[in-house]
């Protein structure tokens, strides 16, 4: 191609503050020809599926990764042979083969670090760790200096003076290896040594696939780490995951990968339940009419082709509670110790997906009528049965539904979404004996859990919150006298 150079697409931030994201498919191969918008591949984020589109025309030459594995935000993921002079300047240094622009690097590290956008990188590891080398005494900075040099290409030579310059201690901080946090996390994670590790990233850098070689070297005595050809990491890196429980036997024992979704679940799981103090309370309520309505509402013209089920009642029933008491709709600002009332409600519903729970929501629910409501409720779960929930439909939740009765489950003690006061779990749906008007009738009986952030919500208000959805969803017509 004449006239022609190569650009390097990054891996850009698709959410907010993202940091990695999983390689699921490409839809390119090299030599294939490419357009402006084009989609080249699906990622997967710790927050959903992301289908990626290539931002220029040309042609692929190099996919730098393969399916399944997991990039740091900033990496080139593919190199693109385009017409027309050089590339821009923020791809001019692509973040994996960039030893040659390291002298420019540091005075950028504070802005680098930043979430990026596409065609942006961020600093390399090395360059990071250049406040590290400082040493008190001549001889540890004559080591330090020789070890930079060596790791910069100037050969092994510059090293050997520092040897006799103290005994061993000054040279050990700068022989740390290179890698970065993550790297780090997970070496300590799966109990690797970054020392014994055999480094195949730039200037020496430890990478993921390298600490996984390690592992699987580890756990087949015959094969050793060094005799592993240079370029087998990154080739083998969905390989090497499975062969980490290589010595338990097969057939008792299935080892799963935590990443994307499922690991970000877990993380906020836990922040949350180390950081609110929960309280739950229950309630049984006959709704015996609210599904009389929901029958009903099947039939009326204006919501025809609308998903109508006792979620659409519950969740109108909670946002009548919310307008009632509106401080449960809040959350709570650990720096500035203020609480946050919102005048709005974005309404979660928690969902199950193959990848995991999450839990889109819908903006501006309070302002929505029934058969709007209805809508997004069914765009909503289409969305995420596809695996196609954007990161924008999970960000700024206020208050969240999950039901644990389509699993046949009487109720449960919800954990809190991360941010939000409160979250209501809607029971199974049974036919029971209950008292009604005197008599033992058959009646569709649920129970309710609410689960609120004591900081801000305190008893009195959650039993009101509580007690108002159980009065609408036993008798509906409050949506009405309510409203």
């Given at each position: 191609m004449t006239n022609a150079s190569v650009r390097e697409f990054k891996m850009p931030d698709v959410g907010e503050g993202l940091t990695e994201a999983e390689i699921l498919k490409w839809y390119v191969q090299p030599g294939d020809t490419v357009t402006d918008g084009q989609v080249v591949c699906e990622v997967e984020t710790a927050k959903a599926a992301v289908e990626l589109p290539i931002p220029y025309d040309g042609v692929v030459r190099a996919l730098h990764f393969p399916e399944g594995t997991t990039v740091d935000v900033g990496t080139s993921i593919i190199a693109v042979e385009v017409a027309g002079g050089a590339a821009p300047a923020q791809e001019e240094a692509p973040t994996a083969p960039a030893p040659a622009a390291k002298p420019e690097q540091p005075a950028e590290q504070p802005a680098a670090r930043q979430p990026v956008l596409v065609g942006y990188g961020v600093a390399t590891s090395s360059t990071?760790?250049?406040?590290?080398?400082?040493a008190q005494d001549p001889a540890a900075q004559q080591a330090a200096s020789a070890v930079q040099s060596e790791l910069n290409g100037h050969g092994a030579a510059p090293a050997a003076p520092a040897v006799p310059a103290a005994p061993a201690a000054p040279p050990?901080?700068?022989?740390?290896?290179?890698?970065?946090?993550?790297?780090?996390?997970?070496?300590?994670?799966?109990?690797?040594?970054?020392?014994?590790?055999?480094?195949?990233?730039p200037d020496g850098v430890v990478t993921r696939e390298d600490v996984h070689a390690a592992v699987a070297a580890a756990q087949a005595p015959q094969q050793t780490a060094p005799e592993a050809p240079p370029a087998a990491p990154a080739a083998s890196a969905p390989a090497a995951q499975p062969a980490a429980p290589a010595s338990y036997d097969s057939a008792r024992e299935t080892r799963i990968p935590v990443k994307g979704v499922r690991k970000?679940?877990?993380?906020?799981?836990?922040?949350?339940?180390?950081?609110?103090?929960h309280v739950t309370e229950f309630v049984t309520v006959d709704v015996t009419r609210t599904m009389k309505l929901v029958e009903e509402l099947k039939q009326d013209k204006e919501f025809a082709g609308l998903r109508v089920n006792p979620l659409l009642l519950i969740a109108k029933a909670l946002l009548v509670a919310i307008r009632r008491n509106p401080d449960i709709n809040a959350s709570w600002d650990e720096a500035a110790q203020e609480i946050v009332v919102k005048h709005y409600v974005n309404l979660g519903i928690a969902a199950a997906t193959p990848r995991g729970l999450i839990v889109p929501n819908i903006k501006d629910a309070h302002a929505r009528t029934l058969p709007e409501l209805a809508a997004s409720l069914g765009e909503l779960v289409s969305t995420a049965r596809e695996g196609k929930t954007?990161?924008?439909?999970?960000?700024?939740?206020?208050?969240?539904?999950?039901?644990?009765?389509?699993?046949?489950?009487?109720?449960?003690?919800?954990?809190?979404?991360?941010?939000?006061?409160?979250?209501?779990?809607?029971g199974a749906i049974k036919l029971q004996p209950w008292v009604h008007k005197g008599k033992v009738k058959p009646r569709q009986v649920t129970t309710l859990a609410l689960s609120f952030d004591h900081r801000l919500v305190d008893g009195e208000l959650g039993s009101k919150v509580l007690a108002d959805v159980a009065a609408v969803l036993e008798q509906p017509k409050r949506l009405i006298t309510w409203a």
């Open positions: 990071r760790r250049r406040p590290r080398k400082q050990a901080p700068a022989q740390r290896p290179l890698a970065k946090p993550p790297v780090r996390k997970l070496a300590k994670d799966l109990g690797v040594d970054l020392a014994t590790v055999t480094p195949t990233g970000a679940t877990a993380a906020a799981m836990v922040g949350s339940a180390f950081t609110a103090p954007s990161p924008s439909a999970m960000q700024g939740g206020t208050v969240t539904i999950t039901n644990v009765g389509v699993f046949g489950v009487d109720t449960g003690t919800p954990l809190l979404n991360p941010g939000e006061s409160a979250i209501l779990a809607v």
